[in-house]
């Protein structure tokens, strides 16, 4: 009898089947963490950003200028790519309390992908 050497056409359908699947398990396991670092990149850049503008807000406040004549236009100032976030103010004065609400929305396609909201109050 003649011995074959070499593999058969089974072994390598069976050897083709499973690398394609580690490796189709491997790109999603990368596009997984590629969106999970740029969250984490988005959040920590909006997080700066709010704590600029809170900052800002009360120093405005400390010198004396109201909270109701600060602007988003202010504080895009603070916005790194200013064409991907939008900044939104709001101010508020109840019972002799004034509130600025700062919100920043970081624009997808059409809608926001997230929020952040942050407050100064007076006092």
Not at 18 to 42: D, G, I, P, V, W
Not at 45 to 73: C, H, W
Not at 84 to 105: F, Q
Request: proline share 2%; net charge positive.
């Amino acid at each position: 009898m003649k011995r074959r050497r070499g593999l058969t056409l089974i072994e390598t359908c069976l050897s083709l089947t499973l690398a394609s699947m580690f490796l189709t398990s491997l790109f999603f396991l990368t596009r997984n963490h590629r969106n999970m670092m740029r969250r984490l990149q988005n959040n920590t850049s909006a997080l700066y950003m709010l704590e600029s503008m809170r900052n800002f807000a009360r120093f405005q406040l400390d010198s004396g200028v109201p909270l109701s004549a600060v602007t988003s236009r202010d504080l895009l100032t603070f916005v790194e790519g200013s064409k991907e976030w939008k900044v939104l103010v709001k101010a508020t004065s109840e019972s002799g309390v004034e509130k600025l609400v700062i919100s920043l929305a970081r624009c997808g396609d059409a809608s926001p992908d997230c929020i952040y909201k942050t407050e100064v109050t007076s006092r």
